[in-house]
């Protein structure tokens, strides 16, 4: 596609619920990643792929988080019994290789609302 | 260890007038700079970055930022601000292995 994508754009979800975030990168991106931005906290990084694999998961929060990606494309972060801190916005970025050093294209985000 | 700093999370100038939002990093590497902004309900857009090709960086939209070793400061400038400036910018500091980003300055432009 022209740009990435992210679904959905809105979610509501009551705590304790499973809410699963997808992203669709850059067609050719090799390299894709997730951030959570909440409200005055800026980006707080969470994991990269390089293809399906993701050599470090240390940025997730917790074991509540978990992240995958199949076929070199879409990713899905999921959330497991969600809590009211887990509110933020999501969002998702690819690039044509993993080096932190190269511009990151980001998608509009996804907003998680936990009640 | 690496950190980035943005002073102020709030800045307001008028229409016309300079911009100027400031960032303070720290890097124990040869740092690799950058700022984006992210206008509301959109993903964040790359408008400069800094790989140590040159000190004074020109990024879209008419804004550049001066990388200062001596002070390990990379301020965003722009000489005039437009109403179209207004949204959140954030400045981000990268090694070889993670990127970290600022907690972002949300730029007001008063009419």
């Known amino acids: 596609g022209a740009g990435v994508s992210q679904s959905p754009s809105n979610k509501v979800t009551e705590k304790g619920k499973d809410v699963e975030l997808r992203c669709d990168p850059i067609?050719?991106?090799?390299?894709l990643y997730w951030y959570r931005q909440s409200l005055g906290q800026g980006l707080e990084f969470l994991i990269y792929f390089q293809g399906n694999s993701a050599p470090d998961k240390s940025g997730l929060p917790s074991d509540r988080f978990s992240a995958e990606r199949t076929g070199g494309s879409v990713s899905t972060l999921t959330i497991q019994r969600t809590q009211q801190e887990d509110s933020a916005v999501y969002l998702c970025a690819s690039s044509p290789g993993v080096l932190f050093t190269i511009e990151q294209f980001f998608g509009p985000g996804t907003r998680l609302t936990v009640l | 260890a690496q950190s980035v700093t943005q002073l102020g999370s709030h800045v307001s100038v008028s229409e016309g007038a300079l911009v100027l939002l400031r960032c303070n990093y720290s890097?124990?590497?040869?740092?690799?700079l950058f700022w984006y902004v992210q206008y509301p309900n959109q993903g964040l857009q790359l408008l400069l970055k800094?790989?140590?090709?040159?000190?004074l960086v020109k990024g879209i939209n008419g804004f550049e930022a001066e990388f200062k070793k001596s002070e390990t400061s990379f301020h965003l400038t722009k000489p005039s601000a437009h109403m179209s400036d207004a949204a959140e910018y954030f400045c981000?500091?990268?090694?070889?292995?993670?990127?970290?980003f600022g907690k972002g300055t949300r730029l007001h432009i008063l009419p």
């Open positions: 981000a500091v990268s090694g070889v292995d993670k990127i970290i």
């Open positions: 067609s050719g991106h090799t390299a």
């Open positions: 890097s124990s590497v040869p740092p690799y």
């Open positions: 800094y790989t140590s090709a040159a000190t």
